[in-house]
């Protein structure tokens, strides 16, 4: 009877060991690590498996000492916003993700931690598509004003532009066509204003933009097209001429009233005048 006691007690002991190392084993790792950065905004994400775990960031810049991301230590998130800890931009990044349990004792090893692929945000941030308005010099000329997109980055109280952050590196493409041929052509602009020109005169064009940094990696040279932008094919004098007959309409079409109320009002007076004169003839004195 005894030593069926022991062997249970034994059993029990055993399973709740098995147990306890089994949970200490499956300390989950941050998993499928990946850098998400559009104009400089850069964000790392992550999956994980449990929920009830904690995650804090480090990186480092060019192999240098890890630091601690101030936003990001034992967060509950599966994301870190390290836009304002990136910097300066052109430097290869690697962030380190640790998993913390909440009742883990900390002495005892080494956090379960996953390493982040590099990063450089000057090289590898996404460029969003740009906003633009074109506007005719003359009949063969056009004016592209480029909006440059802003960044979420703010120095001394202003909102840094991508133009801020990417200097003489930035450059814009223009894909521009005459409406129902295929031949597209391409220029590139240094600023964020361009001319084209050679257009050929009353044809309808149509414009697109994006951002385009050469001294990039050719995969992440180019940023997103913009809407496309088509003019109607009217030359500055037709379209004078059209609010021309417009005027004229709308003077004649007032004139028209002026005379209708007036020769109304002129035929009311002279026959009231009229049916006073046969009331005083016809009152009886
Ligand atoms: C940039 O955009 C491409 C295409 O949408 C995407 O596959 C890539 O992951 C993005 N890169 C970053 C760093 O966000
Ligand atoms: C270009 O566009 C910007 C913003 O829309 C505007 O402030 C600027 O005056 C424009 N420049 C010209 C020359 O039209």
Redo the contacts with the bound molecule.
Sequence with gaps: MASLKTVLYLGVCLSAWIIATADKNFVPKAEKVQ????DFKTILTWTTKASNYTYTVLYSGDDSDWKESPDCIRVSESECDLTNYLIPFDRTYTADIQTEAETMDYDLEEFPHTYSPHFNPYR???ISAVKFTVEAVDERRVIINITDPLTSIHRRGKQLSIRDVLKNDLKYKISYYKSGSTGKRDIISDSSMAEVSELDAGQSYCFMVAAFIPSRPKNTQQGAWSIQWCSNGHTLKELSLGAWVGVVFILLTVLIIIVTVTVLCCRCCRQRNKTLQTSQLSAPV
Excluded: K, Q
């Design positions: 850098w998400v950065s559009l590898e941030s996404n």
